[in-house]
């Protein structure tokens, strides 16, 4: 069995260990995984996609072809809009960050405000705004782009990300920012260490990765002072850093396991 493993071009120097840890795994199922770079005018055809890159328009053109993808476009298309996840998350009565959407500084009447782009990630595209002149300058920067603009809430730079293989729970890690960072992402220097959810919390992002359909993601929520949480955002593609670093496991055995079992299962279906 032969598939296709798409990412971004400067996204495949970067991600090698992960790749080549995801080819061998690959192996391990008999299954052979060939990596292509998103902008390849010519994508062949393959007996599956594990569509690694945020790219909506590609994934659902891809999607056309009638072959699994892991994950499916329109897991893309909601991880990759900020906005249109927290939408979902409401829906599914799960408490999110206080979110609107922006179109002129007259919409912003609270600050300090966390503004960003819908479609930014690994905290670029996203500032605390103390001020009216700072929320201009960031307005003015991302004019081309649809900004929403969240309550700042104060959790001393800590969150949770959650890695999901379908509905299942495969690990989560607590990130606190950098010293004089609201953000805590790993990959701006933040540190990491295991999370444990509880079960109310596993029910959160269950329900979540139900509605989705979803493959592998990550969910991110805001971790509260009184150990309540907040969804923040989903990752699709999700890095696994994080997980490596807290955990020393190999998650990639686990996607490959994941997606060979729903390849045979579909397969005896048929």
Sequence with gaps: MNGLLIYELKEIERNKSFIDRLITAAKSHGITLTVIDDQNPAIPEADFIFFRTRNPKLAKKLEQRRIPMFNRAEVNVIANDKLKAIQLVQLLGIATVPTKRIHSISDINDYPTVLKTVDGYGGTQVELSQTKEDALLFLEKHEAQTIIAQTYIETNATDVRVFMLGDEVVGAVK?????????????????????????EQAADVQKIAKALKSDYIGIDFLLLPDGTWLFNEIEDPVGARSYFATTGEDIAIPIMNHINKKLTEKERAN
């Design 175 to 199: 990130r606190i920012g950098a010293e004089n960072s609201f953000k805590s992402n790993f990959t701006l220097g933040g540190t990491v260490e295991k999370y444990i959810l509880n079960s």
